[in-house]
């Protein structure tokens, strides 16, 4: 079964349980908010795949670890129901990321109430047992600093970091982000309130290099991605930039644990 179908099953079958009525004392609007995976039951978390979940707009969304998620959730008082109508991207990764996704997966769509206990957020189940702990996403960039994995060519593509290059973007308090685009070090301004997200014109040193190949060009497409950001999103340990209209510029991971 394509993880697409799957998840779409499981979101069916989680619709037709009953939900329990569960005190509202604890548990806050959830719109708006964003979470880290912190704890599975009986599971440690692996390294390298960290599940992460937002809910905005009526839409629970994020990543299994492996694979973005979204679909319509419900929550009222201290009820909540994910889906049905789900869909999923169909990656495969290592089997410990893809047994890790679906305890994940059958967490969310089992949860039919949630608590928010020490600044945590616990999906429960009908039964009021803890399906699934979540820690607070950070979304303060100041102070941060990213390796970039992909950005937009100025030709509709995401692509990749040429093999043998660096990318990074580090965000100052002071409303300044610099980094190395490859070939150059580089600074600009930026302003960041919410997911709101815009960086100037970089100004950048002078330094002409020959290898690898294209590296001047990645630099300079790298450089045009920048000044095209409106939002930024973050998942866990990474970060997407995205345009006004939703579309990829830049990808990027934590960099050095910061």
């Known amino acids: ?122 999906l429960l189940s009908a039964s009021g047992v803890v399906l699934a702990t979540f820690a607070p996403q950070s979304q303060a960039l100041a102070g941060t600093a990213w390796r970039v994995t992909g950005y937009n060519n100025g030709r509709q593509a995401v692509v990749s970091v040429l093999a043998g290059t660096t990318l990074t973007l580090a965000f100052s308090g002071d409303g300044k982000v610099s980094g190395s685009a490859g070939c150059n070090r580089f600074t600009a301004a930026y302003t960041s309130a919410g997911q709101k997200l815009t960086i100037g014109p970089a100004a950048a040193t002078r330094m002409m290099c020959a290898n690898p190949e294209r590296v001047m060009e990645q630099e300079q497409q790298f450089l045009k991605a920048l000044e095209t950001v409106a939002t930024a999103g973050f998942e866990g340990d990474r970060l997407e930039l995205r345009t006004a209209t939703g579309a990829l510029a830049v990808t990027l991971t934590k960099d050095g644990g910061r």
Do not use: I, K
């Open 1 to 122: 079964m394509s993880a697409r179908r799957w998840f779409a099953a499981v979101l069916g079958t989680a619709m037709l349980s009953a939900c329990t009525t569960m005190s509202t004392a604890n548990a806050p609007d959830l719109n708006g908010t964003a979470w880290v995976l912190s704890s599975l039951p009986g599971r440690a978390p692996v390294a390298g795949g960290t599940p992460t979940l937002r809910f905005e707009s009526e839409r629970a969304q994020g990543t299994d670890g492996c694979n973005r998620f979204s679909a319509p959730y419900t929550a009222t008082g201290s009820t909540l129901q994910v889906g049905p109508r789900g869909a999923s991207t169909q990656m495969a990764c290592p089997p410990a990321v893809m047994e890790q996704a679906s305890a994940f997966m059958g967490a969310l769509t089992g949860a039919h109430g949630y608590r928010v206990e020490g600044g945590q957020l616990q």
